[in-house]
DNA sequence: CCCTGATTCGC
DNA sequence: GCGAATCAGG
């Protein structure tokens, strides 16, 4: 391939329009990304945003190849670095001090959870303070399922986020342990592993299954129809190159 | 590892 | 002049 008065033309507006040089080259065909960018130095165009930015290359160079055969004498040696006179940064607010966020804690299952409240919108519900009564249905073992949008997030079992020594603590006294685990006995974790105070649930299971009738009532939910879930969300960026 | 542009250097 | 090889940052 040459470079054609008509190719030149394309290379030009193509770079001057910001394309990148793969996408010249596969625009102009049987040419490599290399080329165009080596035409392109060569026309003359190149402030174009480079990835690599200006580190001093001419000390840095002349070592990966061959070695020129008339090494330079060290006659002047290249002052090192005067930076007495250094350009003056602009002032630069460099990161605004990331306030206390205050985390949400959240709310460890406590023995007692009254889960009746159904998600209190915090809206301007003027109208009605009436509660509708919830519908639920009923689970294989006579636990009440939970309705969509009815998830507690929180109860959802966490992995370990810090390492606490494993010794034994006044806080898991009487508490399920465990060891203490078998299969008549509910192994819904309270708090998390690692915690001083970790431990099972503990309660009778709901016959066959893991957990009581409580937790049954959250680790197995209803699905919503296929029609109504949320579609789920697209792809950080496109996907593979349509070509 | 993928992308990017820059540079070098043998042809 | 050309472009593969290489470099280097994102």
């Known amino acids: 391939m040459s470079w054609t008065e008509e190719r030149i033309s394309t290379l030009t507006k193509m770079w001057e329009s910001g394309s990148t040089a793969s996408q010249i080259a596969e625009e102009l065909g049987g040419i490599s990304r290399n080329a165009v960018i080596g035409k392109a130095h060569r026309l003359g165009l190149k402030p174009r945003p480079s990835p690599v930015k200006n580190a001093e290359p001419a000390a840095a160079k002349a070592a990966p190849v061959a070695a020129p055969a008339a090494p330079p004498p060290p006659a002047a ?64 073992g006579g636990f009440l399922r939970q309705n969509p949008g009815e998830n507690s997030a929180p109860l959802t079992p966490a992995p370990p986020r810090r390492l606490v020594p494993a010794r034994p603590s006044d806080a898991v006294a009487g508490k399920t342990s465990l060891l203490d685990l078998n299969d008549r006995i509910c192994k819904w974790p309270i708090g998390h592993p690692g915690e001083p105070d970790f431990h099972f649930c503990g309660d009778k299971v709901n016959p066959g299954f893991p957990y009581c009738v409580d937790h049954c009532g959250h680790a197995y939910q209803a699905q919503l129809p296929r029609r109504d879930r949320r579609p789920p969300p697209p792809l950080p960026y496109g996907g593979p190159r349509v070509r």
């Open 77 to 140: 040696p290249k002052p090192a670095a005067p930076v007495v006179a250094a350009p003056v940064a602009p002032p630069v607010a460099a990161k605004a001090p990331t306030p206390p966020k205050p985390v949400a804690a959240p709310a460890e299952p406590e023995d007692e959870v009254e889960i009746d409240e159904v998600e209190a919108e915090d809206e301007d519900d003027v109208i009605a303070p009436v509660k509708a009564p919830v519908m639920r249905s009923v689970g294989p």
